[in-house]
């Protein structure tokens, strides 16, 4: 099993800004994605944005040009950098590592709030 941490939610208020970590205990995939979900209350979890090994990304229209992924694979973490943060942006953000291709196993971290106030 892979272990996921994320850290680094708060509550800010709209405008502001704030940095999510994703920390893995270890590597098993060499080809591989990692991605920011988030779920807000009474809604389906949506991606928010991926990052592959290669550095390959991708982001939900909403967030273009405010969120920012980025990894370090010395480190094993895995970043969303939120700028421009909007109240809709208000949930869980999880993050979530599994093979680019396939069908294997997922991992999950615990999530963490994320909460932007008006």
């Known amino acids: 099993q892979v272990q996921l941490v994320e850290s680094g939610g708060g509550l800010v208020q709209a405008g502001g800004s704030l940095r999510l970590s994703c920390v893995a205990s270890?590597?098993?995939?060499?080809?591989?994605?990692v991605g920011w979900y988030r779920q807000a209350p009474g809604k389906q979890r949506e991606l928010v944005a991926a990052?592959?090994?290669?550095?390959?990304?991708n982001y939900v229209d909403s967030v273009k040009g405010r969120f920012t992924i980025s990894r370090d694979n010395a480190k094993k973490t895995v970043y969303l950098q939120m700028n421009s943060l909007k109240p809709e942006d208000t949930a869980v953000y999880y993050c979530n590592y599994r093979n680019l291709i396939g069908s294997g196993p997922e991992y999950w971290g615990q999530g963490t709030q994320v909460t932007v106030s008006s």
């Open positions: 270890r590597s098993i995939f060499s080809n591989n994605v």
């Open positions: 990052i592959t090994n290669g550095g390959r990304t």
